[in-house]
RNA sequence: GCCCGCGUAGCUCAGUUGGCCAGAGCAGCCGCCUUGUAAGCGGCAGGUCGUCGGUUCGAUUCCGACCGCGGGCUCCA
């Protein structure tokens, strides 16, 4: 037999006989392809393994572990499925049913039950379905590939009114080829026929499809399992029958199947709804009304943090405040063009003696409103107006889900008036503001959809309008460096937008911010400024919001962090429990102080064991639980219990701030500088406030106790000596430590203790017994290492929300000379001292040669 | 709005194939224990079995409607 030539993907040449099948290729090539080999890819068209290679073909191998093949196993299963369901419901016919994301569904419609009425599926049935379909696994049915004419195709497929539509090319189907008068169908030959035929001329199951499949039903597809039933439109229309869907989830192997499932079961832990209630945050009264939602004081704490940060942010970001009623005449409406748009997603009228009125779905009309109570200038431009305004939308019942969608919410909004001239650096600032404020929240994975202009959209604007907009909105994206898709059309009728979409912690992609231009409503409403030139102009308007809506973000964030509100944003921060009840006195002391120090504190008396008080913190999620006995009542200390690990050590409250004791401050002049970089939470964006200073001022850092057990906490650097043992040691160069300064009189050092994170020191070179005991030129240098280590973090690592917390005192934890201690942490994280645990792991996450690479190179000149 | 499912104590869930006073654990309250890093012991209280209507001698259980919730579809300026 002559031999045929055949490219593979890397370009080389293999000759094999006339005839070779795709799969025969394969076991050419190896058997452990030979038996990974779902299809193949024959010039870029996937095909069965059984498809015959001609002359010439580029041949790729497509196997189980490849996005490709699992479509191909999710796509067979599913015909699995249907065979299953024609089988098991006589009289039934099926639609489409296609491979998605993590699985694949089907769509069937059962014959009429006693009602007249389709008949439905029941849980029930899906166990049945499933067995049956391991039995057609078992029974290793090929696949086999034909094609029909469309007349014979009408024939088979005569009991099947939704593969009719599809042969005739009315319906789509995304798995078959209706074209030039043929139709290509896949077989699968029962063991024994069927009972009731559904096809004719076939003993079994046929259906429409492109392929490919995998070869036969036992091959690849045992890892599976239905998941739900449910309704779907035929086409998606709600005018058209409504059809049973039935979902399953497929893998390549049953570790992925379980995997998938445990995945699911961690969601559903994290579920907004139960976390809600289990820490007691807000609840959805049947008294209510659906989707609506009232806030406890625990969930009303973290609100009010999330909205006075968002305020801070905005009022610093150059936006001005305003406030517009809930309700509004619907002449209001009827001018911006909601009544006329969007009067489905409006809550009915209430009728009153001057019309009608609505409450609000949006804030712009309102908005629109104060741009239009007076003449308004270019010099005015840009005008930012924000609100955390309520709004009020009559979604439909069965969208309603939980937090996410509610009818009614509070939108972080503003609208910008600004002049074309101005959109593009507008655009370009607002988008880096909107990362910034989520990045404070602690996300920072992003994706952005850039959507453009739609059909509907042809009467709003101009072309070069949209396409000036829509090249800004790009622009400002790439200047961002943020990945982004293009959604074609998927503007809206206004004006084209960004969507940005953040990444929570386990993987799941939430919209939240948008941007959007309106080129509408400003004309609608007549709103104009009046220019350099002296005559009118309508203004670009944008609408914007970073949460989204405020419900919806506070449901995000509750999944992100799984309830473990990061410390700044916990109800309850610290929580310190006396071992005895005469103990408590000095918790509350200890409480008391940190109160004053602007913590949310509280003390639970002895009633119970420690053992289960703590267990009960542990379940609040509380970050912090400070546990206070005989000892620590004696040597004024506290025992500190983070989040998400045990006993960690233990504080010590005795001694003061050098600077404090000494009455002279080398480094706390600097530290308040505003010319000094971010000195507190405050100034970094947010966190607690002020007083970052004073906050645990009276405190020092005394890990002092089991330090060095957990090889974690002092990770030995190779010989088994701590990494500060051998850089005091100085037997070693710089870039073998981690000393990523020397200065005169100071280093500076990247340390891994204690938690296994990167912490940045800044020490002295000679040995001082405080830091009273510094000479001027010492303290001047060491805040200026200080400076550069901040600059060096922020330039390599986070150009934003970087909080430097830091130590004044005798910290003598692990035998550290008396030093200053940067803390570089994310503000979300909160920012005392001994908070940093978590937070420092993901400022500086790397191992610390990268880092400590990174911040060489970052580390700013001298001055 | 449409399809399927669900609704028993604050929470998580038993149970009733139509019948005596509807149960448990946790949470709550009271008492004992004086407690050292994820559950000490005992007691008490708590439910018109989502609401309304129907069938029935009798309904938490069967039927209907409504409300709410969940999963989808549709929708989402």
Known sequence: MADITITLPDGSERSVPAGTTVGGLAASIGRGLAKAAVIGAVNGTERDLGWELAEGDVVEIITATSDRGLFTIRHSTTHVMAQAVLELFPGATFAIGPPVEHGFYYDFELPPGPDGK????????????????????????????????????????????????????????????????????????????????????????????????????????????????????????????????????????????????????????????????????????????????????????????????????????????????????????????????YRDGMYPPMEMDNGEYYPKPMNCPGHNLIFDARQRSYRELPLRLFELGTVYRYEKSGTL??????????????????????????????????????????????????????????????????????????????????????????????????????????????????????????????LEYVGADGSRHTPIMLHRALFGSVERFFGVLLEHYAGAFPTWLAPVQVRVLPVRDDHEPYAREVADELTALGLRADVVEADEKLGNRIRKAKTEKLPYVLVVGDDDVASRTVGVNPRGRGRAGRLDRRVRPAGGRRGRRPVARPMTDPGAGPASAAEAGGGPGPGLARLWAGWRTAYIERLGDDPAEVRPDGDGRSLFERIFASDLPDDETHVLWRGETCFAVLNAYPYGSGHLLVLPQRAVADLGGLTEAEATELWAGVRAGVAAIEAAYRPDGVNVGINLGAGAGAGVPDHLHVHCLPRWSGDTNFMTAVAEARVLPEPLEVSSRKLRAAWPAPA
């Not at 379980?258 to 995945?263: P, Q, S, V």
């Not at 945050?281 to 009010?304: C, M, N, Q, T, Y």
């Not at 008036?417 to 404070?440: K, M, N, W």
């Not at 059309?489 to 959007?516: C, E, N």
């Open 401 to 526: 889900h939980g937090l996410m969608r509610i009818r009614g919410f509070t939108q972080d909004d503003s609208h910008i008036y600004c002049t074309p001239e101005q959109a593009h650096d507008e655009i370009r600032s607002l988008l880096g503001f909107v990362l910034s404020v989520l990045r404070a929240f602690g996300f920072d994975d992003f994706e952005a959809m850039l959507s453009t202009r739609p059909a509907k959209a042809e009467t709003v604007g101009t072309d070069e309008g949209w396409a000036e907009a829509t090249e800004n909105l790009r622009a400002a994206l790439e200047a961002e460096g943020l990945a982004y898709e293009v959604d074609e059309g998927g503007g809206a009728f206004y004006g084209p937008k960004i969507d940005v979409k953040v990444r929570d912690a386990i993987g799941r992609h939430w919209q939240l911010s948008t941007i959007q231009y309106d080129f509408n409503m400003a004309t609608r409403m007549g």
């Open 118 to 341: 389709p008949a439905t599926f029941v849980p029930e049935d899906l166990e049945r379905i499933e067995a049956r379909m391991r039995e057609i696994l078992a029974q290793a049915q090929p696949f086999v590939r034909d094609e029909l004419s469309n007349e014979r195709a009408r024939e088979v497929f005569a009991g099947h009114r939704y593969k009719l539509e599809i042969i005739d090319g009315e319906a789509d189907d995304p798995t078959s080829a209706t074209a030039s008068g043929l139709v290509r169908t896949y077989e699968n030959p029962p063991a024994e026929a069927w009972a009731q035929p559904a096809f004719a001329g076939y003993p079994g199951f046929i259906d429409l499809c492109r392929g490919p499949h995998v070869p036969d039903t036992k091959s690849f597809l045992g890892h599976f399992k239905l998941m739900r039933v449910a309704g779907a439109y035929w086409r998606g229309d709600e005018k058209k029958p409504m059809l049973q869907r039935i979902y399953g989830t497929a893998w390549a192997s049953k570790k992925e199947l379980d995997e998938h499932l445990h995945n699911l079961e961690e969601a559903a832990k994290r579920d907004h709804r139960k976390l809600a209630n289990d820490l007691d945050l807000l609840s959805f009264p049947d008294e209510l009304g659906g989707g609506l939602a009232v806030w406890h004081p625990k969930g009303g704490i973290v609100r009010k943090l999330m909205e006075d940060y968002s305020r801070e942010r905005h009022a610093k970001g150059g936006y001005e405040f305003v406030y517009t009623p809930n309700i509004a005449n619907g002449k209001l409406f009827e001018a911006s063009g909601h009544l006329g748009f």
